[in-house]
């Protein structure tokens, strides 16, 4: 059974940066796709950001060029480097794995929160003007 549990979040000021951590257990991280997610008050939660077992990275809009999503080398962390944090990027964060096993994965299927099984509790970024 996977599970995966987030850490890093916090307080920070616009224009500053945070790493967020995923923690995976019962499956390495590149066993898998680890997808982030996040949710803001108010709204649906949104995809992210994604990386397959090859190393493919996906991102949304709306932080592609601030974020990178990478796989660290003990192979259980996959990690969310943010910077040039804006007030929009305030919500809880959260990263999920898919059972997918193929090496690479496209767009669509990164980008789908039903593509994913196993979800963290979250963490909390804020970020003031």
């Known amino acids: 059974q996977v599970q995966l549990a987030e850490s890093g979040g916090g307080l920070m000021q616009a224009g500053g940066s945070l790493r967020l951590s995923c923690a995976v257990s019962?499956?390495?991280?590149?066993?898998?796709?680890v997808g982030w997610f996040r949710q803001a008050p108010g709204k649906e939660r949104e995809f992210v950001s994604g990386?397959?077992?090859?190393?493919?990275?996906f991102y949304a809009g709306s932080v592609k060029g601030r974020f990178t999503i990478s796989r660290e080398n003990t192979k259980t962390i996959v990690s969310l480097q943010m910077s040039s944090l804006k007030p929009d990027d305030t919500a809880v964060y959260y990263c999920?794995?898919?059972?997918?096993?193929?090496?690479?994965?496209?767009?669509?299927?990164?980008?789908?929160?039903?593509?994913?099984?196993?979800w963290g509790q979250g963490t909390q970024v804020t970020v003031s003007p």
């Open positions: 999920a794995s898919s059972p997918r096993t193929a090496f690479f994965a496209t767009s669509d299927y990164v980008t789908n929160q039903k593509s994913y099984v196993a």
């Open positions: 019962g499956r390495t991280a590149a066993e898998t796709v």
């Open positions: 990386i397959s077992r090859s190393g493919q990275t």
